[in-house]
C-alpha cells in the first residue's frame, strides 16, 4: 500500500496551538522528522504526522508528539542532570485529561548512531547514576555520568494500566556538551 506521509508542526502559546511553517531545508514527507539545531524557539511544540493511502485519499492516520524545547534543549551539559518527563507534556489526543499515572513507562538507550539493540535503562547505567520514578514518569540521569564525545538514543515506551491495547513511544537524541564556563575575576 502506497503511502503519503506529512508532518505540521504548531507552537503552544497558552494552550492555543497555532501551526508554523517549517524551513525548506526541513524535509516533512518522509516518516521520520529532523529538525536541525536551534531552529526553533523555546517553547512548546505539537508535531504531527499524517499518513494517507494514495489509492483512498479518505483513509487517514495522524500522530502527534509533544516537544518542549528549552534553554538547555536536547543538548545537556555534562555538569547538568538530563530529566526526561514524557507524563508531564502528554495530551490525550481524544480530548480527555492525560493521567501520566494511569501508564507504565519503560527506558532504554543505546550509543547513537549505533546499530546496537536498545538496552533497558538500568542495565544502560549503574543504579547510582539514575533516579527513576515510575509513577511520575521521570528519569534523571546525574551529572556527570554521560560521556562528552557520544550521543545518546533515549526511548521511553508507555503501556496504559488499564488498557495494554493503548501504548506510545517516544525518542530522543541526546548531546552532551561541557559545560564549564570560563571564570573572570574582578577584583
Known amino acids: 500500500m502506497s503511502t503519503i506521509q506529512n508532518w505540521s508542526i504548531k507552537n503552544s502559546t497558552n494552550e492555543n496551538f497555532s501551526e508554523i511553517e517549517f524551513d525548506k531545508k526541513i524535509i516533512t514527507s518522509r516518516s521520520e522528522l529532523y529538525i536541525p539545531s536551534n531552529t526553533l524557539q523555546y517553547g512548546i511544540y505539537q508535531l504531527e504526522l499524517q499518513v ?26 555534562d555538569q547538568q542532570n538530563l530529566i526526561l518527563n514524557p507524563g508531564n507534556y502528554s495530551k490525550d489526543p481524544d480530548g480527555f485529561e492525560f493521567n501520566s499515572s494511569d501508564w507504565k513507562y519503560e527506558y532504554f538507550c ?5 546499530p546496537d539493540q536498545f538496552v533497558k535503562i538500568n542495565s544502560f547505567f549503574q543504579l547510582n547514576q539514575f533516579e527513576y520514578k515510575g509513577n511520575e514518569s521521570s528519569l534523571t540521569i546525574f551529572a556527570n555520568v554521560l560521556n562528552k564525545t557520544l550521543d545518546y538514543q533515549f526511548v521511553v515506551q508507555m503501556s496504559n494500566r488499564r488498557n495494554i491495547s493503548l501504548q506510545a513511544t517516544g525518542y530522543v537524541i541526546v548531546q552532551v556538551q561541557d559545560s564549564t564556563r570560563p571564570m573572570i575575576a574582578i577584583g
Open 110 to 114: 543505546r550509543i547513537y548512531p549505533s
Open 52 to 77: 494517507t493511502t494514495k489509492d483512498n485519499p479518505s483513509l487517514t492516520n495522524s500522530s502527534s508528539v509533544y516537544v518542549e524545547i528549552s534553554p538547555s534543549g536536547v543538548t545537556s551539559g
